[in-house]
């Protein structure tokens, strides 16, 4: 069977790698240039950060041991709080909980790498996709020819990101109802360099986090030593990024916020001025089938806001599933692919907003951080049964993001009766009633596989 993937991106080129190892011939095209001899576009990477879900995908696709010497562990979060001080909160407590820093461009560069040497896939570059014609033609620009041609596919695979073509195409011909709902907060990226060849923060393996309650700087490490910062703040208003546009601003903002970050970016108002102001946003469709012509997943699909780590994962983990279904002789695989997947694509979304809220607000947060310890008292108590939301997300790759979802909230709601507001000293839960903590457990949370 012959499959035309639209994006080689990490999803698309994941998919075909999927595919392909099963004898079925994959026709890639990609709107950018060959990674594997063109440099990265600068300052839109947001790191990433592999965890259990998207590690299986690429495993089970043979190419994990490829990426490991690109990939630093990140057991937890270093804090830097506003009064200059920092704490490690680590982000779960059993061997293995883990998650690992990658960068963007890496990670896509290695995976077209692999989808390269994988016998039975064809790769296309600087070959654009317009859509779809009222036909059912893909309408295609040749970049470096500067012509128009249509694509006849039997089978299609949209993996062509958040500002998919093929989801735009399917919508204006009510095929599909989508929206993309943009985030009133912005990112930018810039660079922490090494210092003497070693890392410049004293925490080299940690997602440093700077919370400041309605924005954020946050630092993911790199194979090579340097963090990739990302500032995420509002678009307008007092504090935003329409307020730091003013000559100086942005340094001034930087020496009251983050000083210590500052001290160690030394092209920081280069950087700031030549890199691009992202957005983010949620992209919501349905369905994401044509039939069994054409199906969208990935951020194609169902892009999310960067703030649990899980838009990739999420992706390679669509990648995997859909894989499955069509291996398994599924009579309507892309049907069934939107149909099962789509719940826990809205749930992985949701808690990817919850999460903002968290990392920039929360974490900093006395009575969240009682709350936090109490959660790992309570997994060792009841292992299989009470599990934190964000282990499940995380270190979980068998229980479904709708689950983590479901369950999470009445684990909060338990955290919330055990803990209550205004509690500012871990010492709390030293006369904490387990009796009645236990029974809590028991009531309310069945044992869990996965």
């Known amino acids: 069977m012959k499959f035309t993937v639209i994006g080689g991106g990490p999803v698309g080129c994941l998919i075909s790698i999927l595919l392909a190892r099963r004898g079925h011939e994959v026709e890639v095209y990609e709107r950018r240039a060959d990674p594997r001899s063109n440099p990265p576009e600068a300052g839109r990477s ?38 200059g001080s920092e704490a490690f909160s680590p982000y779960g407590q059993f061997e293995g909980e883990v998650n690992q820093s990658i ?49 006849v596919a039997e089978r299609v695979i949209g993996a062509d990101g958040a500002g998919s073509a093929l989801r735009k195409a399917l919508a204006a011909a009510g095929h599909v109802e989508a929206s993309n709902e943009l ?27 700077w919370p400041r309650h309605n924005f954020m700087l946050i ?13 995420f703040m509002p678009r307008t208003g007092a504090v935003s990024f329409e307020a730091l546009a003013a000559p100086g601003a942005a340094r001034s903002f930087f020496e009251r916020e983050f000083p210590d970050a500052l001290a160690l970016m030394p092209e920081f108002e280069a950087e700031f001025a030549a890199h691009p102001q992202g957005v983010l946003g ?24 960067p703030f649990h780590g899980q838009g990739l994962n999420c992706g390679l983990e669509d990648c995997r599933i859909l894989d499955a279904l069509l291996a398994d002789g599924e009579p309507e695989p892309f049907r069934r692919f939107s149909q099962v997947r789509r719940p826990d694509a809205d749930a992985i979304a949701e808690m990817s907003l919850d999460n903002y809220a968290e990392m920039r607000d929360a974490v900093a947060d006395p009575r969240h951080q009682v709350q936090r310890r109490l959660e790992l008292m309570l997994e060792r108590r ?8 964000y282990a499940m997300v995380m270190f979980h790759d068998r229980i479904p993001y709708s689950t983590a979802l479901s369950r999470g909230r009445v684990q909060q709601q338990l955290l919330d009766r055990l803990v209550p ?6 010492a709390f839960l030293d006369g904490l009633d387990w009796r009645q903590a236990d029974a809590l457990v028991r009531e309310q949370l069945e044992p869990i596989a996965g």
């Open 103 to 151: 960068s963007r461009a890496e990670l896509t560069r290695q995976l077209v790498i692999a989808a390269g040497r994988q016998p039975g896939i064809r790769l296309n570059f600087r070959q654009r996709c317009l859509g779809m014609t009222s036909a059912g033609a893909l309408g295609m620009h040749d970049e470096d020819a500067g012509r128009t041609w249509q694509l």
């Open 382 to 389: 009841h292992p299989g049964r009470f599990i934190p939301r």
């Open 183 to 209: 985030l009133d907060h912005d990112y930018k990226e810039l660079t922490i360099p090494p210092v003497d060849g070693r890392s410049a923060l004293g925490v080299r393996e940690a997602l440093h986090i």
């Open 46 to 83: 947001i790191n990433l950060a592999l965890a259990a879900r998207g590690m299986r995908a690429l495993s089970e696709a043979g190419v994990l041991d490829a990426l490991r010497p690109h990939m630093v562990p990140m057991p937890g979060r270093q804090l830097h709080l506003s009064d």
């Open 282 to 305: 949620t992209v919501r469709c349905s369905p994401w089938n044509l039939g069994e012509r054409l199906v969208l997943l990935g951020d194609a699909a169902h892009a999310i806001v």
């Open 219 to 231: 630092a993911l490490p790199n194979a090579d030593h340097s963090f990739t910062a990302t500032l």
């Open 421 to 426: 507001a205004g509690t500012r000293d871990a």
